[in-house]
Nanobody, 128 residues
Framework: VHLVESGGDWVQPGGSMRLSCVASGFDFSDSSMSWARQAPYKRFEWVAAVEKDGQTFYSEFAKGRFTISRDNAKKTVYLDLTSLGAGASAVYYC???????????????????????WGRGTQVTVSS
């Protein structure tokens, strides 16, 4: 299993960004995928998920500002970030959800070990 995130960068407050995660080594089209983030001195946060049928789930802070999507042909999952504030600065991780994933699973995510597998992350910095 291999997940490689990219797209993280420095951006000014109010800016936008697209994160990408290219997957290999497993059946991507049959897997539910998530994005999560970790900022220094803050708790780990699940951000959003897109299930194999395309259904999406979002954390409360992500609703209306972040959009998760997937391209099965490219084995890639995306996270579009808009209206970024300083609170969005974090390392963003792409992860494979456990097979039993549902809305309750997402609410209970507290660390990377709650996922089946994860990438190394990509740094997003929001600053003026």
């Amino acid at each position: 299993v291999h997940l490689v995130e990219s797209g993280g960068d420095w951006v000014q407050p109010g800016g936008s960004m697209r994160l990408s995660c290219v997957a290999s080594g497993f059946d991507f089209s049959d897997s539910s995928m998530s994005w999560a983030r970790q900022a220094p001195y803050k708790r780990f946060e699940w951000v959003a998920a897109v299930e194999k049928d395309g259904q999406t789930f979002y954390s409360e802070f992500a609703k209306g500002r972040f959009t998760i999507s997937r391209d099965n042909a490219k084995k890639t999952v995306y996270l579009d970030l808009t209206s970024l504030g300083a609170g969005a600065s974090a390392v963003y991780y792409c992860a494979i959800d456990k097979p039993t994933a549902n809305s309750w699973y997402y609410r209970g995510i507290q660390s990377l070990t709650d996922f089946a597998s994860w990438g190394r992350g990509t740094q997003v910095t929001v600053s003026s």
